[in-house]
C-alpha cells in the first residue's frame, strides 16, 4: 500500500460502520463504545437478533448447551440471564440478544431495517464510504463485517415453484405471524440441521407430512430438557473456569483437548461401546465430537462410530425400508454438519409421515397442487424449504465491497475466499470479517469464536489509534500462507471429500474451497495473539500522515 496516497481527513461520519446486528454484530458495537470508537450498526432485519431474528421456524433451537451458547464478556450478564432449557429454543435466544441490546443501551446506534449495499474503499482518503438501501452514503476509518456466516438463504429455485397454489415457507425467512398447519397436508424438502429440527414439529401438527430426502444426515439425541435452577447456579458459580476450558478447546465446547489423544481404533471395542452408549443417552453432538475428534481424521474411527449411530436409527425406525433410507451412506459421519434432533428418527414411525428419497426418484417439478417427483405427484396444502444457505461467502458478496484500486471482493474471492486468519483479506484495507471464511467460524460454538474476534478486532483498533497508524492490511504474502495453512489442515482429515456447505458444493457453480479452518478454537486463538504482539505480524501498517 502506499503512504502518499493516504490523507486521512480528520472528521469521518463514524469510526467504524459495523454491518449486522446479530451475536457479532451486537458485540462489536458494544465493545467499540467502550473503548471510546464510535460505531454504526445496519442490519437488515426490522430487529436485532441475525440468525435468531430470521429462522423462527417450528423447533429451531441451538445446537450447543445455552450457558455456553451465550456471552461471556459480562460477568453480571451471564449471571443475571436465566436459560430455561438445555438447548433453548429460537424465542429465548432472541430475547436473550435483545435484552443484550437494551442491558447495554446498543439500540442508539443501531438502523435497523437498512441494507448495506455497498462498501468502497477510498485511497485518496483512506476511508470507507458506505452506501445502503436507503441511499444514505456515510464515511468511516473501519468497516466490519458481522454479516453471518449462514445468513442468505437459498431461494427455492424449483422448476414450477411460482406455479404452487398453495402456501410456501422458507424456514430462514419464517413469518413473525403464527403458521397454522393443522389438517394440512406438508412436505418439506430438505434434511439437514434445520429440517431435523423443523420435521418432528410438523408432524405433530400437519395432517400428513411428506419429507423429501436427497441425503440422509446423521443425527444425535439432543436429550433436551429443562435447565434446573440448581444445576445453573452450579454452572454459574464456576462460569469463568468453564468458559476458559471453551476458549482453550477444539471446538470452542467445556470439554478439554487431550494432552496425549487417544485413537479411537485403539479404544478395546467393550470399552468404545461402552463410551458411545453414555455419549449417546448424555445426548450433544459436539459432545461426541469432541470425544472422538479423529472421527474426522480417521477413516476406521468414523466407520467405527457411524455404524454405530447407523445402528441407533435402526434400532428406533419400525419399518426396515425407512430406516434403511435414513441410514447415511454418502459421506463419513461428521463432514457433513453433525446434528442434533429431538425425536427425529421416532417421527418417521408416525402414520403421517412419508419419506421420499429423492435420490432414487429425483424432483422433476412443483405442480399447481403440489411436488412430482420421477416417480409419483404428491398433492401438498403448504411447502417448507429447509434447503439451506450460500454460506460462508453469500452475504459477504451480496454487497458491492471494492478495496484498493477498484478491486471487487467477489473478483477477488472468484477462485474461493482468501483471507489472513479469516479476518482481512488483502486488497481491503480496514476491512474485518467476524468469523470470516478461514477461521474457525462454523466449526466451533459460534459465540465462543465471536467473541474472539470481536476482542482481537477492538484491541487492533486501539494499537492502530495509539500509534497513529492510518491504515492496517493484510499482506498478499501472509494472506496466501495463511490460505494454504487452512487447506492443508482440512486436508489431512475427512472433511473435504462431502459434498457439503462447508465446500460450497450446495452452490451451483461456486468453486469447490473448504472453509472453515479445523485447527483448533484454542490453538487459533493462541496463533492470534501471537500475531498481534508481533505488532500484527503479516499485516501492513501504514502511518497516519504529519499533517492531514
Ligand atoms: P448472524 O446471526 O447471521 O447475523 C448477521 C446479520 O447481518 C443478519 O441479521 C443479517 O440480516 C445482517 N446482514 C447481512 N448482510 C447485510 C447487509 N448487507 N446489510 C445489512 N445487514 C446485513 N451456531 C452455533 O454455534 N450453535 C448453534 O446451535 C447454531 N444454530 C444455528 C441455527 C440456525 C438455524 C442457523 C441458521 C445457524 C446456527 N448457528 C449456530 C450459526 C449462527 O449463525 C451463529 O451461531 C451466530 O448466530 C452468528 O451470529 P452473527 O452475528 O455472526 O451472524
Ligand atoms: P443444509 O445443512 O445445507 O441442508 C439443506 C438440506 O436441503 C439438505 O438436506 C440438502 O440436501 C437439501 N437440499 C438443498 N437443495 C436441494 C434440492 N435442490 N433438492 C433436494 N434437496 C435439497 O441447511 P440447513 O439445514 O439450513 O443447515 C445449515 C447450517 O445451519 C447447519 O449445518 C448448521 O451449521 C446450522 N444450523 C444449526 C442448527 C442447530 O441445530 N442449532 C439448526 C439449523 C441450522 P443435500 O444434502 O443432498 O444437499
Not at 196 to 221: D, G, K
Not at 442 to 464: D, K, R, T
Not at 502 to 528: E, I, M, S
Request: proline share 7%; hydrophobic share 40%.
Amino acid at each position: 500500500m502506499n503512504d502518499a496516497r493516504i490523507s486521512a481527513p480528520l472528521v469521518t461520519d463514524f469510526d467504524t460502520v459495523i454491518v449486522g446486528a446479530g451475536f457479532a454484530g451486537l458485540y462489536m458495537l458494544h465493545k467499540l463504545r467502550e473503548d471510546g470508537f464510535t460505531a454504526r450498526v445496519f442490519e437488515a432485519g426490522t430487529g436485532v437478533g441475525g440468525t435468531w431474528y430470521w429462522n423462527r421456524y417450528p423447533g429451531a433451537r441451538c445446537d450447543i448447551e445455552s450457558v455456553d451458547y451465550s456471552y461471556s464478556f459480562s460477568p453480571e450478564l451471564e449471571q443475571e440471564w436465566q436459560w430455561s432449557e438445555r438447548y433453548p429454543r429460537q424465542p429465548e435466544i432472541l430475547a436473550y440478544l435483545n435484552h443484550v441490546a437494551d442491558r447495554f443501551d446498543l439500540r442508539r446506534d443501531i438502523q435497523l431495517e437498512t441494507r448495506v449495499t455497498a462498501a468502497h474503499f477510498d485511497q485518496r482518503t483512506g476511508l470507507w464510504r458506505v452506501a445502503t438501501d436507503r441511499g444514505q452514503h456515510v464515511t468511516a476509518r473501519y468497516c466490519v463485517m458481522a454479516t453471518g456466516c449462514l445468513s442468505l438463504p437459498k431461494r427455492p429455485d424449483f422448476p414450477g415453484v411460482e406455479r404452487f397454489a398453495g402456501d410456501w415457507y422458507l424456514t430462514a425467512a419464517w413469518p413473525r405471524e403464527p403458521v397454522d398447519l393443522t389438517g394440512k397436508r406438508v412436505g418439506v424438502i430438505g434434511t439437514g440441521s434445520t429440517a431435523i429440527q423443523v420435521i418432528p414439529q410438523v408432524a405433530r401438527e400437519a395432517a400428513h407430512l411428506t419429507v423429501f430426502q436427497r441425503t440422509a444426515n446423521f443425527s444425535v439425541p439432543a436429550r433436551n430438557g429443562p435447565l434446573p435452577a440448581a444445576e445453573q447456579q452450579r454452572i454459574k458459580a464456576d462460569y469463568p473456569a468453564r468458559r476458559g476450558i471453551s476458549r482453550d478447546s477444539l471446538f470452542g465446547v467445556p470439554v478439554a483437548m487431550p494432552a496425549a489423544p487417544q485413537r479411537t481404533r485403539d479404544i478395546p471395542p467393550a470399552e468404545l461401546r461402552q463410551m458411545l452408549e453414555t455419549l449417546w443417552a448424555q445426548g450433544g453432538a459436539m459432545s461426541l465430537l469432541a470425544a472422538a475428534p479423529d472421527v474426522i481424521v480417521d477413516p476406521e474411527a468414523n466407520a467405527i462410530v457411524a455404524e454405530f449411530v447407523r445402528e441407533k436409527i435402526r434400532a428406533t425406525v419400525k419399518d426396515p425400508k425407512v430406516a434403511a433410507l435414513l441410514c447415511p451412506s454418502t459421506h463419513p459421519l461428521g463432514t457433513k454438519r453433525l446434528c442434533l434432533d429431538t425425536d427425529y428418527y421416532e417421527t418417521y414411525n408416525r402414520d403421517n409421515v412419508t419419506l421420499v428419497d429423492l435420490r432414487a426418484t429425483p424432483i422433476e417439478q412443483i405442480t399447481e397442487h403440489g411436488l412430482r417427483t420421477s416417480a409419483a405427484e404428491y398433492p401438498l396444502d403448504v411447502l417448507i424449504f429447509a434447503t439451506g444457505f450460500d454460506a460462508m461467502t453469500g452475504a459477504l458478496n451480496s454487497i458491492d465491497i471494492r478495496g484498493q484500486d477498484g478491486l471487487s471482493l467477489k473478483q477477488a474471492w472468484a477462485d474461493g475466499p482468501q483471507t489472513y486468519l479469516g479476518l482481512a483479506s488483502a486488497g481491503f484495507p480496514n476491512m474485518f470479517l467476524i468469523t470470516g471464511p478461514q477461521s474457525p467460524s462454523v466449526f466451533s460454538n459460534m459465540v465462543v469464536s465471536i467473541e474472539q474476534h470481536v476482542a482481537w478486532i477492538a484491541e487492533c483498533m486501539a494499537y492502530l489509534r495509539e500509534q497513529g497508524i492510518a491504515c492496517i492490511e493484510a499482506s498478499p504474502q501472509a494472506q496466501a500462507g495463511w490460505v494454504a495453512h487452512v487447506a492443508e489442515v482440512a486436508n489431512s482429515t475427512l472433511m473435504p471429500q462431502t459434498d457439503s456447505w462447508y465446500v460450497g458444493a450446495n452452490v451451483p457453480g461456486k468453486p469447490r474451497v473448504f472453509t472453515p479452518y479445523l485447527g483448533g478454537v484454542g490453538p487459533y486463538r493462541r496463533h492470534c495473539e501471537q500475531v498481534a504482539a508481533r505488532g500484527y505480524e503479516g499485516f501492513e501498517l501504514i502511518r497516519r500522515p504529519v499533517a492531514a
